[in-house]
């Protein structure tokens, strides 16, 4: 297993960049996720680092190598395809052995390595079988074990799971997670699925745009986001942004909206909200964080339901406020109908503050 | 709401690479070239030179013997030959009567059999089989065949054609300059329209079904589904139908040559048997040369939108 | 009646029509074949007749036994002319598919410079005469040394069905997955195994498509063979028969018999692979 470190990764085709100056660091035994929506340039990042495409600009080093130049079979990577590259032609062997054959390895050692990965996914009963003839998890598996049957130092997976159905997909998950953990291996791993990344990352890479947004733990990038757009990416339901305008008053800072209604911030809060470049604050909240209220509190502002959402144990609903939608929850039994007037209560200590004019997060 | 993207609207992006010179582009993707070479090598030698040759020969006056060192320049006196020749009218007109009407032909009968046989029922494919019989067997036997067919005495045509009362004696197909033209295009119609019958029998499988079944509960009629549905989806498929079909009939040559010659009287000689003529019987090489050079130019402006037709969307497959 | 198709085929009196319209098409397709083989069951008196003995009265293989006698002097030609036209479209084909492959693999996955141009050439390649390029490689098989012999017409054969199989097979590369090379590329394959080890197999049906083509090309081939070979026992098929009939002017049946001989190879290779065939042709033609 190794470190793998791209520097100043650049990917362009023509004028449209795919990767723009990726710099991120995968520490040995780490489990990256690179997460983003769709177009944002994560197939383009793991195909750079396999060597797949060739570099516009910068250098990717795994281990102690310098790889920039190198093919990829002289990389020491498995990769794992969305669409799972299964060779059609050959058995689930045949798939297994290819790894090993193109390095040439004695049959004798081939056939134990084979039989070793297929005994770990459990896939001995099919390796026989050609890749049509069995179902979408068990090409997930067999993709997964031409990775491991040949112990690389990096594993990278491109959205592995997301052609499987939900159930199989928590299942796969969890064995993904698993395996990771007893080979101590390196791992880059591209979804698009945030909660998937939180999930089973040490570490996840937020892309957007070809930029990197926010490279963090999981538990770091949930709790601070860097900037607008991270915020509303992690986290399900998404965190919610209203739009407000920043006042002082005497000592205090309110923010303040168009219809008139105030909030008064605490005192940390308040000079975050002035050290923006202007007076435009974006507040804001998660779920969890915002107390809802039927009737008015100090400092909870105004707003009107929109929806209802039970889903047993806690009932989500979206309210709006001044022209946003914010969600929230609150347990089964408080009654909440459409169109009802309610009163949001953001904690201080747990609210985000971000900059209206650049969307980055507010910070002390 | 946010797109993420602005946060960074400040930094510029990275100086574009410079884009790699020809040269370091040429080395870089110098092994590619190893693919393509075999194919290329074969080419230049059977194309390239070949064009060479016949542009050099239009403007010379080469002896019979296709001795080259005695050939004469004489400019353009053979393109002028050809285009005041009162033969040089007639051939071309034929040329158009025979590709026109034969392309159309073709493409309505291939047309009609892909929508007959666009739908399942046992032996379909046989069918489609046996209907493709006559693009696979040679020109040569398929002339020889009609010519038999069309023989003015013992010909089945002419005969059946008696028997169903149609006509009083045989007619005589090949020997008559009013029905020779036209019976040579019948042949060539049997030849080729199932080449269009599988083009397009490829071309209905991209119509979408559920557009179908839409129209079909929108109340429209099969000739409005044809229309509004069926047909624009093959405008494509067909286009590089037509035009294939254009340059293999202005291109066509064993047909006539075999069964006519090219006569009676030259009702039946189109550019390719001319220029034969001209060049291998008559061993006027310059003016035959200069008559292919013509044609060159007519094809390569029919190629242009045949390339075009079918490299539609080519580069947006990906490969870095 | 099916609802399922019926969307497709219209109504009742559409498909009426379809099917009335594919037995006259089948008619009109199968007539000339069905009088070539009648007309060769008979004796060249039978075949003289008017009105035509619509059915041999007294059927006749003799025209066949002559053609394939090689003690007679007919057979003798006869076969040695089939004979001649396998070893030409066989050598053809091996040559074409070996480097249309490698070729047609390029236009597909590569992008180097000059790539567009030389597409561009290949296709257009399609739109040329041969009686134009008759003079020209003529003189050019003089200077190589190559008239009269076999070496010529497949040197030629091959050039004009390179361009069609290169882009046969362009279309079949377009539709493997690119991931598969990737992979193979990380499981250690250089870009060429990752080709010849993983795609090129993957690529067997177009292989089988643009083989029968190019075979079914050089089989039929009557220009280039008429003009290049002189020597009789050099000719192939197609010439031979031309000049069989030049040299038997009335032995209509004999003649018969010849075409049907030399239609059955391509029309029985094609009915066999016939699914291969249609789907190489389309899958480069249709777009989707
Ligand atoms: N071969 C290519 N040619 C041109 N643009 C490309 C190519 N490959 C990817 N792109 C562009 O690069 C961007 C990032 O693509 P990709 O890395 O596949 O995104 P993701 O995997 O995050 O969905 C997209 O906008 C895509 O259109
Ligand atoms: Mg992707």
Not at chain 1, 340 to 345: I, Q
Not at chain 2, 63 to 78: C, I, R, T, V, Y
Not at chain 3, 239 to 253: H, L
Request: glycine share 6%; hydrophobic share 50%.
């Amino acid at each position: 297993m190794a470190q793998v470190v791209l520097k100043d990764v650049v990917k362009n085709y023509g004028p449209v960049y795919a990767v723009n100056r990726v710099s991120l660091t995968v520490e040995d035994g780490e489990f990256v996720a690179l997460v983003g929506p769709s177009g944002c340039g994560k197939t383009t990042t793991l195909n750079l680092v396999a060597g797949l495409i060739s570099m516009s600009g910068g250098a990717v080093t795994i281990g102690d190598r310098d790889v920039t130049n190198l093919d990829p079979k002289d990389r020491d990577i498995a990769m794992v395809f969305q669409n799972y590259a299964l060779y059609p032609q050959k058995s689930v062997y045949k798939n297994l052995a290819f790894p090993l054959q193109m390095r040439k390895l004695p049959k004798e050692e081939i056939d134990k390595k084979v039989r070793d990965a297929a005994k770990t996914l459990d896939i001995t009963h099919l390796l026989e079988r050609k890749p049509r003839e069995l179902s979408g998890g068990q090409q997930q598996r067999v993709a997964l074990g031409r990775a491991l049957v040949r112990e690389p130092r990096v594993f990278l997976m491109d959205e592995p799971l997301s052609n499987l159905d939900a159930k199989l997909r928590v299942q796969m998950r969890s064995e993904i997670k698993r395996f990771h953990q007893d080979l101590g291996a390196t791992i880059i791993y591209v979804t698009h699925d945030q909660l998937e990344a939180v999930t089973m990352s040490d570490k996840m890479a937020v892309m957007n745009g070809g930029f990197l947004q926010q490279y963090d733990s999981p538990a770091n990038v949930f709790a601070n986001p860097i900037n607008m757009f991270v915020a509303s990416f992690v986290g399900s339901p998404a965190m919610s942004l209203v739009p407000l305008t920043a006042v002082s008053k005497g000592t205090q800072v309110v923010l303040t909206s168009p219809e008139g209604w105030e909030m008064p911030l605490s005192d940390a809060n308040g000079r975050k909200a002035l050290s923006a470049t202007s007076n435009k604050v974006v507040l804001g909240g998660r779920h969890s964080t915002i107390k809802v209220h039927k009737v008015q509190v100090p400092g909870a502002v105004p707003g009107k339901v929109y929806t209802v959402e039970p889903t047993g144990d806690v009932t989500f609903a979206q309210v709006f406020v001044s022209g946003a939608t914010v969600n929230v929850s609150v347990p089964p039994g408080f009654a909440l109908r459409p169109d009802e007037p309610v009163f949001l209560e953001f904690d201080q200590d747990r609210m985000h503050l971000f900059d209206g004019e650049t969307e980055m997060a507010l910070r002390l | 709401m946010s797109t993420g993207q602005a946060i960074f609207r400040d930094v510029p992006d990275p100086p574009a690479p410079k884009r790699p010179s020809l040269g370091s582009r040429l080395v870089k993707s110098r092994t590619d070239y190893l693919y393509v070479a075999p194919a290329i090598l074969v080419m230049l030698v059977v194309i390239a030179y070949p064009i060479y040759y016949t542009i050099e020969l239009s403007f010379f006056n080469t002896p019979a013997s296709l001795a080259l060192s005695e050939k004469q320049f004489n400019g353009l006196d053979n393109y002028v030959t050809i285009l005041t020749s009162s033969i040089f009218w007639k051939v071309t007109w034929q040329t158009i009567i025979w590709t026109v009407v034969s392309t159309l032909f073709a493409f309505l009968l291939g047309l009609g059999a892909a929508l007959a046989l666009h739908r399942e029922f046992a032996g379909r494919a046989l069918l489609r089989g046996l209907l493709l019989i006559p693009w696979v067997v040679s020109a040569v036997a398929a002339s020889y065949v009609w010519k038999w067919l069309y023989h003015s005495d013992f010909g089945a045509i002419g005969a059946l054609m008696v028997q169903l009362g149609v006509t009083d004696q045989p007619i005589n197909f090949l020997d008559n300059t009013t029905t020779s033209l036209y019976s040579l295009i019948v042949v060539n119609v049997w030849k080729e329209f199932s080449f269009a019958m599988i083009m397009l029998m490829a071309g209905l499988q991209t119509v979408p079904d559920t557009l179908l079944r839409a129209a079909q509960v929108d109340g429209a009629s099969p000739w409005q589904r044809f229309w509004h549905v069926t047909w624009p989806h093959l405008s494509s498929v067909s286009t590089v139908t037509v035009l294939l079909l254009v340059v293999q009939n202005f291109n066509s040559f064993i047909i006539p040559f075999i069964m006519t010659g090219g006569g009676p009287v030259g009702s039946t000689q189109i550019w390719i048997t001319h220029i034969y003529e001209l060049a291998f019987l008559r061993q006027r090489w310059g003016v035959g040369a200069a008559y292919a050079v013509l044609l060159f130019i007519i094809m390569m402006t029919l190629g242009y939108f045949y390339v075009r037709a079918l490299t539609r969307g080519d580069d947006q497959r990906a490969g870095a | 009646m099916s609802s399922i198709t019926e969307y497709r085929s219209g109504g009742m009196g559409w498909r009426w029509a379809g099917r009335i319209f594919l037995v006259f098409l089948l008619g009109f397709t199968i007539m000339p074949m069905a009088w070539m083989l009648i007309t060769s069951l008979k004796t060249g008196f039978a075949a003289m007749q008017y009105p035509p003995q619509w059915w041999p009265t007294e059927p006749t293989l003799d025209n066949y036994w002559r053609l394939l006698d090689p003690s007679g002097s007919v057979g003798q030609d006869f076969l040695r002319y089939f004979w001649n036209s396998m070893w030409v479209s066989v050598v053809t084909t091996v040559l074409a598919v070996a480097v249309a492959v490698p070729a047609a693999y390029a236009f597909s996955r590569f992008r180097f410079p000059g790539r567009t141009f030389l597409f561009f050439a290949v296709l257009l390649r399609n739109m040329f005469p041969a009686v134009v390029f008759l003079v020209p490689l003529f003189i050019l098989m003089r200077v190589l040394g190559l008239v009269n012999t076999h070496g010529s017409l497949i040197l030629t054969y091959l050039t004009f069905g390179l361009p069609l199989a290169i882009w046969l097979l362009k279309g079949f590369y377009d539709n493997i997955p690119i991931q598969l090379e990737q992979a193979a590329r990380i499981d250690g394959a250089t870009r060429f195994q990752a080709f010849f080890l993983i795609v090129m197999p993957l690529s067997t049906p177009g292989i089988i498509a643009t083989s029968i083509y190019s075979f079914i090309g050089a089989w039929n081939e009557y220009i280039y063979a008429y003009t290049f070979l002189t020597r009789h026992d050099q000719m192939t098929l197609p010439v031979g028969i031309q000049r069989f009939f030049s040299e038997n002017a009335t032995d209509w049946p004999g003649l018969m018999a010849a075409t049907f001989l030399m239609s059955i190879p391509v029309v029985v290779l094609f009915l066999v692979l016939q699914r291969y065939f249609v789907r190489a042709l389309t899958e480069g033609a249709v777009k989707h």
